[in-house]
């Protein structure tokens, strides 16, 4: 088993130094003012992403000034969890009012994203927002030069990329050369009744993004997308179950080519077994393999063994020393959280920027934009308006 005492984790992990966790020792003269912006909409998943209104309750520094909620029923039961000091129906008011330093953005859905991110550019508010961005390139493009222009810190809900078990596990395929030399990297979605399309952007989303970090942008990508074990068409597009725009295809299998001419792949396919357990990374290395399966705290396996094949070769699984519990719903974003705070010091971009969630997205837009064409798509994209918007 491969182990870390705490002392060489810290040191090993920017994103979980003890830099943040000093800074909530000291007693803060001046606290950041925070806003949540929540979407209960009739019940339905995604209006608050995955608890992220409780990520202040983590911070000293922090405190909640108000949430806004449009829906009266839910307005008071979020406001409370979040420890908000008072509540409004409206968002726009809400920042006018309050003027707060940070926001975050729950829903998760895009298709309202861009309009809440643009109000927050002109409040000039930092903060958080659920993935994934907007249903295009063009919105995202959009929004971002609107948070740059006013040098606005906004992080992503990343939390697989900065996690300190994956980022433990980059360093042992990069620096220490545990698998030799990655020669490819298989992913597939969680594959589940939204297999397909809406995998591929609602939980993709976090695969790409990995990807990206342990090689870099991809330079093109080239896909097969069915619908039903069919070629999709331009009738087979459809909105998604959630507010996220069009997607198409049941079933997808995409190929990139990174840097140094390896391949990286993605899967979605509905199956008959139920089983959401592959979402996550096969890493295979010229010296053995890793395995990166999706959890709270990222499940990590490796083997040693060139062949990939050995029956004798056992698997050995990453550990370290868990992160102290500072809100169990949402402890997994500790990383993102107080990373977001020290960009806003620091004045830098933080390591879950929307910049990167927006590499991500060109991934997943890639997809769909070698389905509209059926050829190879080189990657920064052209076009920026979501591909399937447009095809006739």
């Not at 030799?180 to 609602?202: M, T």
Request: glycine content about 6%.
């Amino acid at each position: 088993m491969s182990t870390l005492n705490r002392r060489q984790f810290l040191a090993a992990s920017a994103i979980a130094s003890t830099a943040p966790m000093i800074a909530q020792a000291q007693a803060p003269k001046t606290k950041y003012r925070a806003c949540v912006i929540g979407n209960y909409a009739d019940g339905k998943n995604g209006g608050y992403g995955h608890n992220l209104h409780l990520l202040w309750n983590m911070r000293d520094d922090v405190e909640v000034v108000a949430l806004s909620e449009p829906h009266e029923k839910a307005r008071g039961h979020y406001a409370k969890q979040a420890k908000a000091q008072k509540t409004y129906v409206d968002y726009r008011e809400m920042l006018e009012k309050e003027k707060p330093d940070i926001v975050t953005i729950g829903p998760r859905w895009t298709t309202i994203h861009k309009e809440y991110l643009l109000a927050c550019a002109e409040a000039g508010a930092h903060g958080i927002i659920e993935k994934p961005l907007t249903p295009d390139l063009a919105e995202a493009d959009e929004v971002l030069a609107a948070l740059d222009a006013k040098k606005l810190k906004w992080a992503a809900a990343l939390n697989f990329r900065v996690a300190p078990m994956f980022q433990h596990a980059k360093k042992l395929l990069l620096d220490d050369k545990v698998i030799g030399d990655i020669l490819e990297i298989r992913s597939r979605g969680k594959e589940d009744n939204r297999a397909g399309g809406e995998d591929l952007i609602v939980l993709g989303v976090h695969i790409m993004d990995m990807m990206i970090d342990l090689l870099g942008k991809p330079q093109w990508c080239e896909a097969t997308v069915l619908a039903n074990g069919k070629p999709v068409t331009a009738a087979n597009v459809r909105e998604a179950g959630e507010p996220l725009g069009p997607i198409v295809g049941t079933e997808i299998h995409a190929k990139y080519l990174f840097a140094n001419g390896i391949p990286g792949y993605f899967s979605s396919v509905k199956t008959d077994d139920g089983n959401q357990n592959r979402w996550g990374l096969d890493i295979h290395g010229t010296k053995g393999r890793m395995t990166v399966r999706m959890a709270p705290v990222p499940i990590i396996h490796v083997q040693k063994d060139g062949s990939w094949a050995s029956s004798d070769a056992p698997w050995e699984k990453l550990s370290l020393p868990p992160l102290p519990n500072r809100e169990g719903k949402v402890n997994h974003y500790a990383p993102i959280v107080d990373d977001l705070i020290e960009s806003i010091k620091a004045d830098r971009k933080p390591l879950t920027s929307l910049h990167k969630l927006r590499d991500a997205h060109e991934m997943i837009q890639s997809v769909f934009q070698a389905a509209v064409t059926q050829q190879r798509v080189a990657i920064p994209l052209k076009q920026r308006v979501h591909p399937l918007s447009t095809w006739k």
